[in-house]
Nanobody, 122 residues
């Protein structure tokens, strides 16, 4: 079964950067699109970014476009989310997820990691 493990979260000041990693195991990585979601306290889980199985197509939520970059490395079976110019409103638990198509919709992602906390605060 496909397993996803996130890492790289932490506390960062506004304007700072973090890089999240999503390690994929249990199934050939190139079968699945990988997405990042986030959930702030009291809020719905929302899609942040997604990358196709080939890595040729990416989608970003308007709130992060131009600041976040998603990428994938086949050799070490990892998907990254580079987050720059972080804002307090980016504070959330970040989850990676896998599905057969690249999508920012929860329903189209079948496998989920446990999440990693990102806190943006001075």
């Amino acid at each position: 079964q496909l397993q996803l493990v996130e890492s790289g979260g932490g506390l960062v000041q506004p304007g700072g950067s973090l890089r999240l990693s999503c390690a994929v195991s249990g199934f050939p990585m190139n079968y699945y699109a990988i997405s990042w979601f986030r959930q702030a306290p009291g809020e719905e889980r929302e899609g942040v970014s997604t990358i196709s199985a080939t890595g040729n197509s990416t989608i970003y939520a308007p709130s992060v476009k131009g600041r976040f970059t998603i990428s994938r490395e086949k050799v070490n079976k990892t998907v990254y989310l580079q987050m720059n110019s972080l804002k307090p409103e980016d504070t959330a638990v970040y989850y990676c997820a896998a599905g057969l198509t690249p999508s920012l919709l929860r329903i189209q992602n079948d496998y989920w990691g446990q999440g990693t906390q990102v806190t943006v605060s001075s």
